[in-house]
Every structure is written in C-alpha cells, then in structure tokens.
C-alpha cells in the first residue's frame, strides 16, 4: 500500500498487500498480528470521517478460510528462481563476492562446512575433481566464545570425489588466480589445514552462519526491490523464498533427479549415509513433477 493516501486504499489494495506478506514467508497466524494493528488505524480514520469504511474489514478472516494460504516448505529452488538469484548476486555490488559460493553449492551440492573447508589441495583442475574429506565447524566453547574446528567424516560416504561442471571450475579457477586478493598476509591455519579456498574480503573463512545470514539479507533486499517495482508496474510481485545453505544442496540434488542422473550415483555425489536420504528426495522430486505433468495434459486429453 505504500504512501498512498488513506482515502485511496480499497479492499483489494489490503488483500494484494496481505498475498505480498505471505508470498514472503509470513504465516497466517502472523499475518492475524498485523492485521491486528492496522485494522484500527483505519476504524480510527472512520470514527474521524476520513474514509467511508474500513477497507481492512473481512479481508483476515477471508485468508483464514483458506487453508492453502499457509505457506509450504520449501526444499529446492526452481530454476527461474536459481536464474533470479544469481543475476541478482551478480549485478549487487554489496553481494557480488557471495557469487563464487553460490556457484560451487549450486553446481556441486556440498555441504556447507565442506565448502568453508575447501583448500586447493583438494581441488584438482586437471583431473576436474573436487576431493571431499574434511569438515569446517564453527562451535561455540565453555568460555562463551566461538571457533573454528576441523572434522574428518566418520564414514566412507563422507569422503567423496565430485566432478566439476564448466562453471564450477570456470569459478574456482578465477578464484585460485585472485587467492592473493584475500588478505594473504593473514593466514588462515585450523587444526593443521590452510590455504582455504573461499574467504570472504577481510580474509575470515565462511561458517554455516555467515552465509545464512547473508542469503537472508540478499532475500530481503531483492524481495523488497521486487515489492516496490511490482507496485510501480501494477503488477502482482514475485518475490524469492527464504534461502539456506541446505536448501542450494536440495537444489543440486534435485537438478540430478530431474536431469535422469541414476540415483546410486546421485547418492555418491551428495555423500548420503545411505540409500533412503537420496529415495525421500526422489520421491519429493517426483511428486511435484508428476503433478506438473498432469498440469500440462490439461485440456490436451480428450476424454469424452
């Protein structure tokens, strides 16, 4: 709604508004909270006989009836919003360095304290391959403090070798030509392993943490452009989900489903424990598709 004047805003105008708040990952019992505030502010404008009625009345309880408004987990991005979120990364100057992490979770599928982990000594560009066999943790200590540990994986899954896609190595190899760039002065040694390959401007390694609460803060900036844009142009907005580490895994992981990779190799490549981890994404991966399809025969079958 904006900064629009008061005797502007129709009841189509606060239901558009609540649709934005829940496409952003606001739940309905939330979206009840606000409602709760604003709903007086215009019953107060009616009482002083700016408005006629209240445009907020009814347009809650309309969302409570609907139990499909609740927004659904999410596991994976779709591939416009993977292409919506690294154009976006690319072209921010605040969020450009997030780039290369981006790429590599999305083109490899790691875990994220395996990619904090990541030294060159375990990226080989003549061989085209990505040796996973150790874990960056990032744990909190008796005294209060944080730090950062090294773990070696307890099974053999865990230790894997991934291929590079053209991207990955294409980003991995810009990256190994600016490591200097890093702060090289300050080297960075956990638990005898240096030479990590992704370290953010200040030269500190990643965690888990950082880059949530980075992609939490690309999100945010992006949905709130898109908002005011869509609100520019008249049109409905379309903004990104809420983003994690684990979820850029999913979505590699997805995108080997989808593109018919054989799920023992699936399995391989993503370091699962066992064959039930990489079967539950599987079956995730095609319901939704199965429903898609049917989606697509609509109106293409005759029936009668």
Wanted: aromatic share 8%; hydrophobic share 35%.
């Amino acid at each position: 709604m904006g900064k629009r004047p008061i005797q502007s805003v129709r009841y189509s105008d606060v239901k558009r508004f609540y649709i934005s708040r829940l496409k952003h990952g606001l739940s309905l019992s939330t979206l009840g909270n606000l409602n709760n505030v604003i709903h007086p502010v215009f019953e107060l404008a009616c009482r002083e006989h700016y408005i006629a009625a209240n445009p907020v009345d009814g347009v809650y309880q309309e969302f409570k009836k609907r139990k499909d408004w609740e927004p659904k987990h999410r596991d994976a991005l779709t591939e416009e919003e993977q292409d919506r979120l690294l154009s976006y990364v690319a072209h921010t100057l605040d969020y450009r360095e997030l780039l290369p992490v981006l790429t590599v979770f999305l083109g490899t599928g790691i875990r994220s304290g395996e990619l904090a982990g990541l030294t060159w000594d375990d990226i080989d560009f003549k061989k085209n391959t990505i040796s996973i066999n150790h874990t960056m943790n990032y744990t909190a200590t008796l005294d209060g403090t944080c730090k950062y540990t090294v773990t070696v994986p307890k099974s053999n899954t865990g230790k894997r070798e991934i291929p590079m896609l053209t991207e990955v190595r294409d980003t991995l190899l810009a990256l190994y030509e600016r490591r200097n760039d890093f702060n090289a002065d300050n080297q960075i040694v956990v638990d005898g392993y240096m030479n990590f390959a992704f370290r953010d401007l200040y030269g500190r390694v990643y965690s888990n943490h950082r880059i949530n609460r980075q992609l939490k803060r690309i999100t945010a900036k992006y949905n709130q452009e898109e908002h005011a844009e869509a609100e520019q142009e008249g049109r409905e907005e379309n903004p990104l989900p809420p983003i994690t580490c684990h979820m850029l895994r999913h979505t590699f992981c997805t995108r080997m489903i989808l593109g018919g990779i054989d799920l023992k190799t699936v399995q391989i490549i993503m370091g699962h424990a066992d064959a039930e981890t990489t079967m539950r994404v599987y079956a995730s991966v095609t319901k939704a598709q199965s429903q898609n399809e049917m989606m697509r025969m609509e109106g293409k079958m005759k029936l009668k």
